[in-house]
């Protein structure tokens, strides 16, 4: 099995699939899955591979989600090898991709083969969801598939996404749950006019002042027991022509949410609008959601892959929301249950990432574990 994940995970990390290009990734894991049984259903979208590949027809349906696709390598001088010529050294594989996140598509693999082999009329059935558009602007990916699912008023009951969660050592950390993502362009329109003529214009920097503060200092919620209270947060402010003796007549803001599941969309951004009309200026705001939040409280899911990790590791997980965005906040609307569990991630999309090696093998026993313990019962 040892070889056999670290031979996959070799493979893979060895096409040079930058996001969204698969690269053969896929055809690679579908050669294993269609001889242990699992039909394939493609989805292709703008140049984007998906696959939904599924074993059984019963419930219930345990998942594991990922992506082939990688991210840019940065100067390839840097890297002590080439990024897409595995490379063991000092006990470590090395490659883009070998965290984030192949050696969890090649534990995938191994763990099914090799529970299958042990129990080839287990109960409920397995699933993979790939794309090979996770690393990008994720339009085109992990959504296009759960779209064509809901359609079918398909459900999943259980989902591992295999993102590497782990802080130090493989075990440490499952994330149950990630923050939404919520922003706005806000605009605020003032008078230009020339600096030495103050009372003929109107500064829309000074009129914002205020109006940021408040901001800032609002208490949006107070997060859970899973989650951090929500904060506003500014990225970008533009105003100005360049001149230094010019009033500008409009600031652009760029801020953003990263919120809980203590708050919804429309609750952000009434009280946004709420504030924002308290200053009786001119302005307007445009929203984008990239992600709302979701969260997997202590279950079956989480008890079962807790129980498998520690019979690997002998370590106690703990469950963590922080970090970024997931694919997993499209798997979590027709999945009740969805977490992410994978290998360290202090490598992750830096020069020279890597893998411990026995990390690998361990990974593919934790999925197996997890397999038996849902699909046992």
């Known amino acids: 099995m040892h070889k056999d994940s670290l031979s996959l995970t ?14 053969g990734c896929q055809d690679i894991l579908i050669n294993r899955l269609e001889k242990i049984g699992f039909k394939i259903d493609y989805f292709q979208s703008n ?18 989600a990922g992506h082939t696709d990688v991210v840019p390598t940065g100067p390839l001088e840097h890297w002590e090898s080439d990024p897409f010529i595995p ?20 534990a ?18 397995i699933a993979l ?21 809901k359609e079918k008023k398909e459900q999943i009951d259980y989902c591992i996404v295999g993102e590497p969660t782990c802080s130090n050592e493989l075990g440490d950390t499952i994330k149950n749950g990630r923050r939404g993502s919520l922003s706005g362009v806000l605009t605020i329109i003032g008078i230009q006019g020339h600096i030495a003529y103050p009372h003929l214009a109107k500064n829309p920097i000074h009129i914002a002042a205020p109006c940021i503060t408040e901001l800032t200092q609002t208490k949006w919620d107070c997060g859970n027991e899973y989650f951090p209270p929500t904060t506003w947060q500014i990225s970008n402010i533009t105003g100005g022509t360049g001149a230094t003796n010019v009033i500008p007549g409009k600031v652009e803001i760029t801020f953003n949410f990263r919120f809980s599941t203590a ?11 709420h504030i924002l009309d308290k200053y009786e200026f001119k302005y307007s705001l445009d929203w984008s959601l990239s992600g709302k939040p979701f969260l997997t409280p202590k279950g079956d899911l989480v008890e079962a892959l807790n129980d498998s990790i ?32 994978g290998p360290i991630n202090a490598s992750i999309h830096k020069i020279n990432e890597c893998i411990e090696v026995a990390d690998i093998e361990k990974l593919s026993k934790i999925y197996k574990g997890a397999l038996e313990n849902l699909l046992l019962k």
């Not at 995938?108 to 059935?125: M, Q």
């Open 10 to 23: 070799k493979q893979l990390i060895s096409c040079r699939s930058l996001t969204p290009d698969d690269s």
């Open 47 to 64: 140049g984007v591979k998906n696959i939904w590949a599924r074993r059984g027809t019963s419930a219930p349906i345990l998942c594991f």
């Open 87 to 106: 490379t063991i050294r000092d006990g470590k594989l090395f490659g883009r991709g070998a965290a984030d996140m192949k050696s969890s598509l090649a």
């Open 108 to 125: 995938f693999i191994t763990a099914i083969e090799s529970f299958l082999y042990l129990y080839p009329d287990h109960n409920g059935s």
């Open 129 to 149: 969801l790939i794309t090979s558009d996770e690393e990008g602007i994720a339009v085109d990916g992990t959504i296009r598939v759960i779209t064509a699912l």
């Open 263 to 273: 708050s919804t969309v429309t609750s952000l951004q009434d009280k946004v609008h």
């Open 310 to 341: 520690y019979k690997v590791t002998k370590i106690k997980s703990k469950l963590s929301t922080s970090g970024g965005t997931s694919d997993g906040r499209f798997i979590a609307d027709i999945c009740p249950q969805v977490v992410e569990f």
